[in-house]
T-cell receptor, first 110, second 118 residues
Framework: QSVLTQPPSVSAAPGQKVTISCSGS????????VYWYHQVPGTAPKLLIYDDNKRPSGIPDRFSGSRSGTSATLGITGLQPGDEADYYCATWDNRLSVVVFGGGTKLTVL | QVQLVQSGAEVKKPGASVKVSCKAS????????IHWVRQAPGQGLEWMGW??????????AQKFQGRVTMTRDTSLSTAYMELSRLRSDDTALYYCARSFGIGRFDYWGQGALVTVSS
């Protein structure tokens, strides 16, 4: 069982918007930045969002992040077939002294 | 450009050890921590620990304490992760990743598949 809880899957049509939630606790999300990664099967994860809501260079503004309390959310607008991937949230856990990842959410673009 | 290039796939027997390398290029090796993250087949990501290439400081996840050793060779800009007393459930892709702050893994290696089988 992952320390951070994500829905196993989400889906939406091309052009639509989708959100992926990441639920944790005060020892992790409640007091630390959240990071989001996406991973196309067979390839290494790629950083999408850092420090809750910042995008690395090259990541389009269709991707957004937010954090409130002990939860975080990744938003993707204008869905494209190429967005199909597994998405992971991550943060530091103060109690466990580890980086914790969510279990991952598979995004399907219908 | 920043690159992390890992060593190739390995097949090991239970009880053996494996050492995976991660060669960095395109940046100053000592300026960024190197983390190790593994992914079992069809599963999610699991953090193993980090090494500070500058001073060699390390931090291992408690789950791997006593079995994992992370080292570096600054002259080669290479980090290493050695896992001992391998079990079948250690079969996974092992990634190295550069971090700018904890959790912000901005560059990843291509992964090294370690298969543990008798």
């Amino acid at each position: 069982q992952s320390v951070l809880t994500q829905p196993p899957s989400v889906s939406a049509a091309p052009g639509q918007k989708v959100t992926i939630s990441c639920s944790g606790s005060s020892s992790n999300i409640g007091n630390n930045y959240v990071y989001w990664y996406h991973q196309v099967p067979g390839t290494a994860p790629k950083l999408l969002i850092y420090d809750d809501n910042k995008r690395p260079s090259g990541i389009p503004d269709r991707f957004s992040g937010s954090r409130s309390g002990t939860s975080a959310t990744l938003g993707i607008t204008g869905l494209q077939p190429g967005d199909e991937a597994d998405y992971y949230c991550a943060t530091w856990d103060n109690r466990l002294s580890v980086v914790v990842f969510g279990g991952g959410t598979k995004l399907t673009v219908l | 450009q920043v690159q992390l290039v890992q060593s190739g796939a390995e097949v090991k027997k239970p009880g053996a050890s494996v050492k995976v390398s991660c060669k960095a290029s395109g940046y100053t090796f000592s300026d960024y921590y190197i983390h190790w993250v593994r992914q079992a087949p069809g599963q999610g990501l699991e953090w193993m620990g980090w090494i500070n290439p500058n001073r060699g400081g390390i931090n291992y996840a408690q789950k791997f304490q006593g079995r994992v050793t992370m080292t570096r060779d600054t002259s080669l800009s290479t980090a290493y992760m050695e896992l001992s007393r391998l079990r079948s459930d250690d079969t996974a892709l092992y990634y190295c990743a550069r971090s700018f702050g904890i959790g912000r893994f901005d560059y990843w290696g291509q992964g090294a598949l370690v298969t543990v089988s008798s």
